[in-house]
């Protein structure tokens, strides 16, 4: 069905973004032990070019209808989905996602059912998205280098996945840490702009699915 195709297709911008966005620091230990540059409130906006397109992103991690939700907002030429993670904190690992709700241009948004939810978990799980922290500890680090993107420039510490060929420049000056990644194969994304003051936004109380 069409929420879960929607649904599927924001998870997978996630994964592609999740992992380099959680890492930070001048050297690989720094880098992943001191991971959550994300407080609530935090944005930043990215330019994805993947594969199946480009995609206009936002991630945010707000404060709405009294619990925690990082904010995935994607813009295509279709449209905007929005969809919302209810999490702990960030950083988050699947399993610690209580809930999700989605919402797709003008229609009501509505609460991803459980179903649905746990696939996505138990998906996540058997990938390298499951355990950030640890996967981070397989990189290497390239070095320091200074990286221009449409955000500015930024003293950088560049790390490479030899498992997927891809390739991460952090920096802890900026919201979830990503500055550009290049995944090998899938696409590449850029830091567009970031700050602080985010906002959930899904204003309407989503709608539980008949089923």
């Known amino acids: 069905m069409r929420i879960f195709q ?8 996630v994964a592609l973004v999740l992992l380099p966005t959680q890492l930070v620091g001048q050297n690989l230990e720094a880098a992943c032990v001191a991971l959550g540059t994300g407080p609530v409130g935090a944005w930043a ?9 480009s995609l206009d992103m936002k991630f945010s991690l707000v404060a709405s209808r009294g ?3 990082y904010e995935i907002t994607a813009v295509t030429p279709q449209g905007t989905s929005i969809i919302q993670l209810e999490v702990p904190g960030f950083p988050f690992r699947p399993d610690q996602i209580e809930s999700a709700v989605m919402k797709t241009g003008a229609t009501p948004a ?27 500890r397989l ?10 993107v449409a955000a500015g420039s930024f003293e950088t510490t560049h ?11 952090v920096s802890a000056d900026v919201p979830f840490g990503i500055v550009r990644g290049e995944i090998d194969g899938q696409g590449t994304l850029e830091l567009v702009s970031f700050g602080s003051g985010a906002t959930g936004s899904i204003m309407e109380t989503p709608l539980a699915l008949p089923f």
Request: proline share 4%; hydrophobic share 40%.
């Open 139 to 148: 990189a290497e680090v390239i070095g320091s280098e200074i990286i221009t």
């Open 45 to 53: 906006r990215q330019q994805v070019e993947a594969t199946s397109g």
């Open 110 to 136: 509505v609460i991803i059912p459980d179903a649905i939810l746990r696939q996505y978990q138990t998906t996540a799980q058997a990938s390298p998205m499951a355990d950030i922290e640890s996967q981070c």
């Open 6 to 13: 929607n649904f599927r297709t924001a998870t997978c911008a």
């Open 159 to 169: 790390l490479r996945f030899p498992g997927n060929g891809s390739n991460v420049w």
């Open 67 to 69: 619990s925690t939700w």
